[in-house]
């Protein structure tokens, strides 16, 4: 039989999200290129990757579904050629990779998951929106922290896994997302690692301390071979060096909570860097007009501060509703931003002495 895709098999499970992949399969059904983005590790490439399972399984694509990871390439130039070899195409001696892409995709009806590709942003949107123009039957999923900014792309940020509602009682902190993560990778290293009445509470603080972000999560969980829940809460203030062990085979900038906070205030422009270390000072959120005021001084503060939230660093609450808490925030008059508070604590860091790594 022919092979329809080089989907990688998932070592781990995998965990909730049964409305999120409703949704992207509806996006994907409907737009030609839809970009998942969000928080660096967040999910976005576990849940493109499931999704893109579903779409095959439901036979949405006769010549299957494709993955090009861009982690590894630090060059534009070279994503054509990343294409070409992850469709299994060869290249054509004196033909450019883009022609002879474009050539293979042509005639085809598939999906090209486009994973990873904040670092590469424009080369990625350039190549895309050729094969997209060129290639009928071709559909895209992308993921990335910042969307590729193509006409009709359809952009879809991927949330944090679901936390139990403050107060919750420790049935329902059980249940929810982010605590199941958390104790199914607790459990791969410590396998007497159960949720208690007694440590349930603890567990969903500690998940919702670190935002509900699966790598924060996993890093964290890996902790509890040596440490109880309670000294890991306890330690939380000092998380960057706490959440360091990532598994030996991922991605360089998955291996600490810091790499992967680095990967993305790396590719800041330095006026978005120091918007975003003078964000830190708000610890419950902000208004329009406090950014603005205290982006006094930097150029176009409101251009910046929507930077950073395309570039998934800042987190916009349309109309004042933070997800979290019961009550809008603010009487539901305006959008407010946050910061995770992974995100805040490194911009903090950063702010008391902008040249010292985390
Ligand atoms: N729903 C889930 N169930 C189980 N594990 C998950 C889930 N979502 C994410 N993970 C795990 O969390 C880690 C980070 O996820 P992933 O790589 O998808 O994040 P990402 O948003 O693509 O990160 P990056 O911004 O670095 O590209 C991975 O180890 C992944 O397997
Ligand atoms: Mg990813």
């Not at 910042?146 to 006409?151: D, I, K, M, Q, S």
């Not at 509703?321 to 809008?328: C, F, T, V, Y």
């Given at each position: 039989m022919v092979r329809r895709d080089n989907l990688p098999v998932q070592l781990s499970t995998f965990v909730g999200r049964e409305q999120e992949l409703a949704e992207v399969h509806a996006l994907v059904r409907r737009h030609r290129l839809s970009t998942l983005t969000g928080a660096g590790g967040c999910g976005k490439t576990r849940l493109a990757l499931r999704a893109a399972v579903d779409l095959l399984d439901a036979g949405a694509y006769a010549d299957g579904a494709w993955l090009v990871d861009l982690?590894?390439?630090?060059?534009?130039?070279?994503i054509a050629r990343a294409a070409l070899s992850a469709l299994g195409a060869r290249e054509v001696p004196g033909r450019a990779p883009l022609e002879t892409l474009v050539d293979y995709l042509q005639a085809r009806t598939l999906l090209l998951i486009v994973d990873n590709c904040e670092h590469l942003v424009a080369g990625c949107a350039a190549l895309v929106e050729a094969l997209l123009r060129a290639c009928p039957g071709l559909q895209v999923m992308a993921t990335s922290r910042?969307?590729?900014?193509?006409?009709g792309e359809a952009g879809w940020r991927v949330p944090s896994l679901a936390l139990p509602p403050p107060g919750a009682a420790s049935a329902d902190i059980v249940r929810s997302e982010a605590v199941c993560l958390f104790a199914e990778r607790a459990r791969l290293v410590q396998p007497d690692f159960a949720l208690t009445l007694a440590n349930a509470v603890t567990v969903g603080q500690l998940c919702r301390r670190l935002d509900g972000i699966p790598l924060a999560l996993e890093l964290a969980a890996a902790r509890v071979r040596g440490l109880t829940v309670e000294q890991l809460a306890a330690r939380l203030d000092d998380r960057f060096r706490l959440l360091t062990g990532g598994a030996r085979t991922a991605l360089r900038r998955q291996q600490t909570l810091r790499a992967t906070v680095d990967w993305s205030y790396d590719l800041l422009a330095a006026d978005e860097r120091a918007l975003l270390r003078r964000l830190s000072v708000f610890a419950g959120g902000w208004t329009l007009d406090a950014a603005e005021a205290v982006g006094a001084g930097l150029p176009d503060a409101l251009g910046l501060l929507l930077q950073l939230v395309d570039k998934s660093l800042v987190v916009p609450e349309p109309n004042g509703?933070?997800?979290?808490?019961?009550?809008?925030v603010n009487g539901g008059d305006g959008f407010r931003y946050r910061l995770l508070e992974t995100i805040r604590q490194y911009a903090s860091i950063r702010h008391i002495c902008p040249k010292t790594s985390v």
């Open positions: 982690a590894p390439i630090a060059d534009a130039a070279l910042e969307p590729l900014g193509l006409p509703e933070d997800p979290a808490s019961i009550a809008p």
